[in-house]
């Protein structure tokens, strides 16, 4: 069974920072990939980061780039979100999701197979 459990959400005041974490169980990545996505409320989930398992390329959301970062620990199965700068616009409930297989794209909610629960990120002002 595949589980995907976040941790690290807040609160935190507009240019301060957190760390979201991510623990895959169950999965084997391969040429699979890990990615962050964010739903505000009353808008729709939307693409945040993601990294290759397998080659550890990057993307990211115009919105959060130069701001956010993620990063992988192969031997812990995990994929970290290091949020800088954080603005009130970024709040939202991060989720995380991962793919087993290769997919193209990686920015769509179709190229993943597992979601974490989620964990809400709250900016103030």
């Known amino acids: 069974q595949v589980q995907l459990v976040e941790s690290g959400g807040g609160l935190v005041q507009a240019g301060g920072s957190l760390r979201l974490s991510c623990v895959a169980s169950?999965?084997?990545?391969?040429?699979?990939?890990m990615g962050w996505f964010r739903q505000a409320p009353g808008k729709e989930r939307e693409f945040v980061a993601a990294?290759?398992?397998?080659?550890?390329?990057?993307y990211y959301a115009d919105s959060v780039k130069g701001r956010f970062t993620i990063f992988r620990e192969f031997n812990k199965n995990m994929v970290y979100l290091q949020m800088n700068n954080l603005k009130p616009e970024d709040t939202a409930v991060y989720y995380c999701?991962?793919?087993?297989?290769?997919?193209?794209?990686?920015?769509?909610?179709?190229?993943?197979?597992?979601w974490g629960q989620g964990t809400q990120v709250t900016v103030s002002s």
């Open positions: 169950g999965i084997t990545f391969n040429y699979g990939h």
């Open positions: 999701a991962a793919a087993s297989r290769y997919t193209l794209r990686v920015g769509g909610e179709t190229d993943y197979d597992y």
């Open positions: 990294i290759r398992w397998s080659g550890g390329l990057i």
